[in-house]
T-cell receptor
Framework: EDQVTQSPEALRLQEGESSSLNCSYT??????LFWYRQDPGKGPEFLFT???AGEEKEKERLKATLTKKESFLHITAPKPEDSATYLC?????????????FGSGTQLTVLP | GAGVSQTPSNKVTEKGKYVELRCDPI?????LYWYRQSLGQGPEFLIY????????DSGLPNDRFFAVRPEGSVSTLKIQRTERGDSAVYLC??????????????FGPGTRLTVL
């Protein structure tokens, strides 16, 4: 069974204070690992897809990395508008299956 | 439209009633997914459509839940004899299989279902 564990559950940062969010996963075969951002009352917003260990992707203050067991979302010099819940999900190689298995998310608060 | 749309945004019903939730995917996306999200949790997979057919319905919790996509575009999630435990946000997502192996899924805003 695919499993995704995210830590910490909640993180409070001062504006400009860089940090990382962790996503540990177990999956029989990884098709892709996804990061989403979710604001209160809204659906998840797609950020990144990572396909293989060693891959990195960047977008503004965010950088996602992938190993064989975990992924990190690095936030550099965050701003209050980066406050949101960040969700990690995996998609397994399993026949025609395409569903995402999500973690419970990390709730990030960036204080001005 | 520009993104995935879902209606209604909120639905309050009484235990035992029947509800329908609608999803309008991104134009041209052949794959459509339904997820359910409880407070403080990540979305949980329910069903996946490729075109008009349900390619994977392994996430549907029981036979009270059913979904259709008759013309390969709009989908309706149907819940019979609703129970208080069905209260959650129901999310719809769509993707283009042609986009690549990862098939990024784009989510709608969700329908918040409350069963009294």
């Amino acid at each position: 069974e695919d499993q995704v564990t995210q830590s910490p559950e909640a993180l409070r940062l001062q504006e400009g204070e860089s940090s990382s969010l962790n996503c540990s996963y177990t999956v029989s075969g990884l098709r892709g690992l996804f990061w989403y951002r979710q604001d209160p009352g809204k659906g998840p917003e797609f950020l990144f897809t990572l396909y293989s260990a060693g891959e990195e992707k960047e977008k503004e203050r965010l950088k996602a990395t992938l190993t064989k067991k975990e992924s990190f979302l690095h936030i550099t010099a965050p701003k209050p508008e980066d406050s949101a819940t960040y969700l990690c999900a995996v998609q397994a190689v399993r026949g025609s299956a395409r569903q995402l298995t999500f973690g419970s998310g990390t709730q990030l608060t960036v204080l001005p | 439209g520009a993104g995935v749309s879902q209606t209604p945004s909120n639905k309050v019903t009484e235990k035992g009633k029947y509800v329908e939730l609608r999803c309008d995917p991104i134009s041209g996306h052949t794959a459509l997914y339904w997820y359910r999200q409880s407070l403080g949790q990540g979305p949980e997979f329910l069903i996946y459509f490729q075109g008009t057919g349900a390619a994977d319905d392994s996430g549907l919790p029981n036979d009270r839940f059913f979904a259709v996509r008759p013309e390969g575009s709009v989908s309706t999630l149907k819940i019979q004899r609703t129970e208080r435990g069905d209260s959650a946000v129901y999310l719809c997502a769509s993707s283009s299989i042609l986009a690549g192996v990862g098939n990024e899924q784009f989510f709608g805003p969700g329908t918040r279902l409350t069963v009294l």
